[in-house]
């Protein structure tokens, strides 16, 4: 990048924080190109700043991909109850793996219990004790499931590679400045399923409770019911609609920590009171389990001090687990 235009990104550090009213679209077909991050780095930079969340287009991922992850994700929660709890996160030890029940995990659980089953999976690996990495829980009689969903999987990492490069860049750092830290990622691919939530909708039963994500990107298809919700500077839910051919993209606490508070892991939710099933699927990537995140020094000064202790990435997202689900209240971090 040319010496003016790190100048003119440093000039957005100083800028104030704004409300927004509408989560922008972000076209990101340079990622794919090769060709100069810059421009699309401006855009991150002010979305992350003051939402937190932009969407993505020209993404360079497949329809098919997409849209045969749908179909499959749809075919898993229409199984009997039973097929699905004989897969159940509990019986995968550390890897937190499998499905997990409506009420199951809940995101804020001091208010809300989540209206939600669920469906992890992650990098295949062997058995071991490391907490996010392990054996997948397969449904035995269904090859076509695992194929769809793993292939779905190794799509978005590599999409979140391409854009962790444009987010370095938009901290004024390499393009590489992630690649280091993941070499052997913790990520969590979620088949989520909403039921329709009849009747009047308070804050004690939701889709998903307020929450904000805990590692470092959230990559997030959703189909065209709606029900996401992005909370603005004024305190108020703005709408996360369904756009054809795009992903929502989020980062989560870890890049916060990172930024000293300039990027903003934002509050979300989901309310599902389209009288529709609805099903969205979230891929979650952290970094190495022992990449330390700290807030950089370019996001450091005397007015603005660091705001947060180093903390292991690993440590770090085991701890926000803990809290979310209650079979893992009494393991050690
Ligand atoms: O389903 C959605 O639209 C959002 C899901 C979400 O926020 C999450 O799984 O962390
Ligand atoms: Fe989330």
Not at 33 to 41: D, H, I, P, Q
Not at 145 to 165: D, N, S, T, W
Request: overall charge negative; charged content about 25%.
């Amino acid at each position: 990048m040319a010496d003016q235009d790190i100048d003119r990104l440093q000039d957005r550090l100083r800028a104030q924080r704004v409300s927004f009213d509408k989560i922008p679209v972000i076209d990101v077909s340079a990622l794919n190109t090769g060709g100069s991050l810059f421009e699309v780095a401006k855009e991150i930079r002010w979305a992350l700043t003051n939402a937190g969340f932009f969407y993505v287009r020209n993404h360079g991922v497949p329809e098919a991909v997409v849209n045969g992850a749908f179909e499959e994700t749809r075919r898993f929660f229409d199984l009997p109850l039973q097929d699905k709890m004989d897969l159940h996160i509990s019986k995968s030890g550390l890897a937190l793996r499998g499905y997990i029940e409506i009420f199951g995990e809940n995101t804020d659980p001091k208010k809300t219990r989540d209206l939600k089953e669920c469906f992890d999976i992650g990098p295949e690996s062997p058995a071991g004790d490391a907490p996010f990495f392990g054996p997948n829980l397969w449904p035995a009689a269904r090859p076509e499931f695992a194929r769809a969903v793993y292939g779905y999987h190794q799509e978005m990492k590599g999409l979140a590679q391409r854009l962790m490069r444009a987010i370095a860049v938009s901290l004024d750092l390499e393009a590489d400045f992630f690649a280091p830290r993941m070499q052997n990622p913790i990520t969590i691919q979620r088949l989520l399923h909403y039921p329709p939530q009849e009747g009047q909708i308070d804050e004690s039963v939701m889709g998903i409770g307020a929450h904000t994500d805990y590692g470092s990107l959230t990559i997030l298809a959703q189909d065209d019911v709606g029900g996401l919700q992005v909370m603005n500077r004024d305190g108020a839910w703005v709408e996360g609609p369904p756009i054809a051919g795009t992903f929502v993209i989020n980062i989560g606490d870890l890049i916060q920590r990172l930024t000293n508070d300039l990027y903003l892991a934002n509050l979300h939710r989901v309310v599902n009171a389209s009288g529709r099933e609805r099903y969205s699927i979230p891929f979650f990537i952290d970094a190495d389990a022992d990449a330390v995140f700290q807030p950089l020094d370019s996001c450091v000064s005397a007015e603005n001090p660091a705001r947060y202790e180093p903390v292991t990435c690993g440590a770090h997202k085991f701890g926000r687990f803990r809290d979310s689900f209650p079979h893992l209240k009494t393991k050690a971090a």
